[in-house]
């Protein structure tokens, strides 16, 4: 099983696994002090707002999977509490 595990992680690019950390963190964190419903729709707004700034910018390339690897993140947390 942890075989299995470490494969599927293998298979996920860095930057998406980021993502979906930030999205872990910042949703665990606050539905720890305020809820999880205003975690999780942090997570969402935080999620598309990054991907709009990178749109805007020169340098950044902006990546629709960012945001559903950040959701996801958050999406995780919801699961766990429920």
């Not at 539905?31 to 020169?58: A, P």
């Amino acid at each position: 099983m942890i075989e299995l595990i470490l494969q599927v992680l293998s298979n996920i690019k860095k930057d998406k696994l980021l993502h979906f950390l930030v999205g872990v963190l910042v949703c665990g964190i606050i539905q720890k002090f305020i809820n999880i419903t205003t975690g999780f729709t942090t997570v969402v707004l935080l999620g598309i707002g990054k991907e709009l700034y990178d749109r805007n910018y020169r340098y950044h390339t902006a990546d629709i999977w960012d945001s559903i690897s950040t959701i996801f993140g958050g999406l995780f947390i919801v699961w766990m509490v429920i």
